[in-house]
């Protein structure tokens, strides 16, 4: 399991897309839990970097009663993960057993906002402890304890995954999707993509211009199978290795061609878009 708990102290750098941020911070402000829908590399945990940020710089002296507020606890789920994982267990130290809290368990306790990246790679037995957390009572059992901790007001769970790779074992429920709102993300409109990739990719205008033209006919290509178009992750990784002095043909290969597929034919039909972008 990789976890994390920190203060964003920094302001992330994120380009709205439409309304995501006026209603995550109303969900946040009414306790309703938030459910992120959307295509690998295209900004979701970025927003959640950005609206754990907000929340915490909204200068309403919520941080004197609750020091967790702006604080982020992020875990990236795989099919091991339990819900033990995130509550926490028993550990040996000096020959005692002493408890050691989950991230789970440390984000009740402090105020912060919970996420859970691709929740649909865990085991079903995590959202045994999310339907507890994202319902009227708010709390999180914990098993090894005998306790359940109840979260205050501040305390949000945020989970996010791929529906392009949705299948009937790898899925959420029903009866936890309509425990969230849903937000839909998607790639950003062309002249966002623009900005974003210029910025993060520390290129100029013109050379993040041709990036988001690959992308977009990428992403628009009917004749072979990609299983995901290329992401705006995979944009800026092309950015930076043009920025570091990488031919712009050769970076775009490795960073988008080579990386969005192994098939040989898929390769090459990107490729091509590639050629005829930068000749």
């Not at 959307?38 to 309403?60: D, H, I, Q, S, Y």
């Not at 790639?187 to 520390?202: A, D, L």
Request: hydrophobic fraction near 40%; charged fraction near 25%.
């Amino acid at each position: 399991m990789m976890e994390s708990g920190y203060r964003i102290e920094q302001k992330p750098y994120y380009v709205p897309i439409r309304d995501e941020v006026e209603i995550f911070q109303r969900a946040w402000a009414e306790k309703i839990p938030v459910l992120l829908k959307g295509p690998t590399g295209c900004g979701k945990t970025r927003f959640v970097e950005f609206m754990a940020w907000r929340l915490g710089n909204l200068g309403n002296g919520l941080q004197k009663q609750f020091p967790g507020v702006g604080s982020l606890y992020t875990v990236a789920c795989h099919e091991d993960l339990t819900a033990r994982d995130l509550t926490g267990r028993y550990v040996l130290k000096g020959g005692e057993a002493v408890w050691v809290d989950g991230p789970a368990a440390k984000a009740v306790r402090e105020g912060a906002i919970l996420y859970l990246d691709e929740v649909v790679e865990a085991r079903k037995d995590v959202t045994v402890i999310i339907h507890p957390l994202t319902d009227y009572r708010r709390v999180l059992p914990i098993e090894g304890l005998g306790v359940q901790i109840e979260a205050p007001r501040t305390f949000m769970v945020v989970l996010s995954y791929n529906p392009g790779y949705q299948s009937v074992r790898k899925n959420l429920k029903p009866s936890t999707k309509q425990r969230f709102v849903a937000l839909n993300f998607t790639y950003p409109p062309v002249e966002k993509e623009i900005e974003i990739v210029s910025h993060e990719g520390e290129v100029d205008r013109a050379t993040a211009e041709k990036l988001v033209l690959i992308g977009k006919d990428i992403r628009g290509i009917s004749n072979i199978d990609l299983e995901e178009g290329v992401s705006t992750r995979a944009l800026i990784h092309g950015a930076r290795l043009i920025k570091r002095g990488i031919a712009p043909k050769r970076a775009c290969s490795i960073a988008i061609a080579q990386a969005i597929s192994d098939e040989p034919d898929e390769i090459q039909a990107v490729e091509m878009i590639i050629e005829n972008v930068f000749g």
